[in-house]
């Protein structure tokens, strides 16, 4: 059974005032859910903000560690000593002549019979190597920018046969 849709009386239209929400209430709702929309935004970005640092620092920290296990394994075959100051150069018990230097654009630098070149780290703001004896040297660099640079020290031996 269906009832018909009677209209309203006015006794029963509502009243002003009675029902619904303001203008100001709204105004007022709309600010406070800004303010909320405003924080949240920040938060959000300071978050993201703070990862890619916290990535960045991760992966200039490896990028560090791999270089120093590549040097160590490279200089610990060392046979002869050649070159050292801006550059590492020497010749491993293989006889492969083996130079690492530091290029214009802060890549350190891997080559092997003076063919091809790798690059084993980046961001290197500094580079210098000091020998200590025939068969050690002291590598000094220094990795990132600014204050949040690190400076990396470094001291190699090589097992190889001595200078010739």
Avoid: C
Wanted: glycine share 10%; no cysteine.
């Amino acid at each position: 059974m269906r009832y018909p849709m009677k209209p309203l009386s006015p006794e029963q239209w509502p009243v002003r005032g009675e029902g619904g929400i303001s203008l100001p209430e709204m105004m007022v709702g709309l600010l406070v859910f800004s303010f909320l929309v405003l924080v949240l935004a920040g938060w959000m970005s300071h978050a993201n903000h703070t990862t890619r640092v916290i990535g960045l620092h991760a992966q200039t920290d490896f990028m560090r560690q791999t270089a120093i296990r590549l040097l160590r394994e490279d200089f610990r075959i060392s046979k002869q000593l050649l070159d050292t100051g801006r550059e590492l150069q020497f010749i491993n018990l293989r006889g492969d002549r083996i130079r690492y230097y530091l290029s214009d654009r802060y890549n350190l630098i891997r080559s092997v019979n003076g063919e091809g070149a790798s690059v084993i780290a980046t961001d290197i703001k500094d580079w210098h190597v000091k020998p200590l004896t025939r068969q050690s040297v002291e590598i000094m660099f220094v990795t990132g920018t600014g204050d949040d640079g690190v400076k990396v020290e470094v001291v190699l031996a090589g097992r190889g046969g001595g200078a010739e």
